[in-house]
Nanobody, 115 residues
Framework: QVQFVESGGGLVQPGGPLRLSCAAS????????MAWYRQAPGKARELVAI???????TSVKSVKGRFTISRDNAKNTVYLQMNSLKPEDTAVYYC?????????WGQGTQVTVSS
């Protein structure tokens, strides 16, 4: 059984940074490609960024150059460094595998970008 616990969200002013963490239980974390997803109010959940088990990364156009995904397999943790945050980045952020495994959704962490 794998569980993901997201943390690090909060209220931040536009232009500010925030770093999210996702801690995974289970010894098979290192074999998964991992991803961050987000869901804004009234919108569908969307992909933000992916990191393979080998460390290759990709992100969606709206966050490219501002968000960086990384992982530490020794700590079973994946991170999302978010810089130059915008109000439209406001959402609940989740981590999961890529492709998604529905049973692994955690509660997410709320990010609110507002002055």
């Amino acid at each position: 059984q794998v569980q993901f616990v997201e943390s690090g969200g909060g209220l931040v002013q536009p232009g500010g940074p925030l770093r999210l963490s996702c801690a995974a239980s289970g010894s098979i974390f290192s074999i998964y490609a991992m991803a961050w997803y987000r869901q804004a109010p009234g919108k569908a959940r969307e992909l933000v960024a992916i990191i393979t088990n080998g460390g290759a990364t990709t992100s969606v156009k709206s966050v490219k150059g501002r968000f960086t995904i990384s992982r530490d397999n020794a700590k079973n943790t994946v991170y999302l460094q978010m810089n130059s945050l915008k109000p439209e980045d406001t959402a609940v952020y989740y981590c999961n595998t890529s492709p998604i495994r529905e049973a692994y959704w955690g509660q997410g962490t709320q990010v609110t970008v507002s002055s």
